[in-house]
């Protein structure tokens, strides 16, 4: 079974070019693919990238995706330091020139930390490409075993729905029975023993009985119990399918509680729906 939920996480932590990162990503329910990305070097190449490989095997859902370091101890390159080099040089100059104190190189390592902490040089789709896909796979792996939960979480309220209906049956025949005896008591009460049972009468209280008749709408609700259930089992999409199954089994469940004349049945025609209804908020996460 690979029934996957909209809700998850997962996230990586990777080296690249001696600094430590973490890629995480969240994903919620949603109607539709809705990505946001936030990546510590700026680069709207690498969001693009990011995007796009997200995009390829995320269907649907909120996704959520932060890049972001969290070690600064890494080697500065070459270039860099270079950079630095000439700046100090240059500062030094125009001290002379301005008659300022030159700054020492404490001064300039003081503030170094500040000028490498939007430093990415070494951050590059090549460094990330694997990583994306590693923390993608740790998602569907989150998604799965939420999936699962939630396949459980449905399978039980199915099963206490099935017995729901079994006692609605019970009840219902034994309303029957009793509705059917208390109206010929009636009848024969008004009529006279003669024509209570007669042939008419009979046709009367018959038609009256099947107003309230609850039969059909009990077999066809068992039906799409044991066909919801079938669905659990399968290994392909079928949100859409189980919120179409599960709005006739709310159609057939209000049909019987409206024909019904038992307080009984009302009662457990109530208990029904809530399960109905929470089955429906679960399956709001079904991809």
């Known amino acids: 079974m690979s029934i996957l939920s909209m809700t998850g996480f997962s996230k990586v932590d990777f080296l690249c070019d001696g600094c430590r990162y973490t890629l995480e990503i969240m994903s919620l329910n949603s109607r539709f693919l809705d990505i946001s990305v936030f990546i510590c070097s700026g680069s709207l190449e690498l969001e693009h990238k990011i995007r796009s490989a997200i995009a390829s ?3 649907r859902g909120k996704v959520r995706v932060s890049l972001r370091r969290v070690s600064e101890s890494r080697a500065i390159g ?8 000439k700046v100090y040089d240059s500062v030094v100059e125009l001290s002379r020139d301005r008659r300022w104190v030159a700054p020492s190189v404490g001064d300039i390592l003081s503030v170094l930390p500040y000028y490498t902490a939007n430093y990415d040089e ?3 789709w090549e460094c990330l490409n694997c990583v994306v896909e590693r923390v993608v796979d740790a998602l569907w792996e989150s998604q799965l075993k939420e999936g699962e939960r939630l396949v459980e979480d449905i399978a039980e309220r199915l099963d206490r729905i099935e017995r729901m209906v079994e006692r609605i049956d019970v009840a219902y025949h034994e ?7 208390e109206l010929r008591q009636k009848a024969e009460l008004l009529l006279g023993d003669g024509l209570g049972g007669s042939d008419m009468v009979v046709n009367v209280l018959t038609e009256l009985l099947g107003k309230g008749d609850v039969t059909e709408e009990i077999v066809r609700l068992g039906s799409h119990v044991k066909r919801f259930k079938g669905m659990l089992r399968l290994d392909s999409p079928i949100g859409k399918d189980m919120n179409f199954v599960l709005q006739e089994m709310l159609r057939e469940i209000n049909t019987i509680g409206s024909k019904s004349g038992s307080t009984r049945i009302v009662d457990l025609v109530v208990d029904v729906k809530s399960e109905l209804e929470r089955i429906r908020e679960q399956l709001q996460n079904i991809l």
Not at 78 to 85: D, G, W
Not at 175 to 181: A, D, N, P
């Open 175 to 181: 309303w029957y029975e009793g509705r059917k005896l």
């Open 57 to 59: 095997k995320v269907r």
């Open 78 to 85: 070459n270039e860099f330091l270079s950079t630095i080099a």
């Open 122 to 124: 070494g951050l590059n």
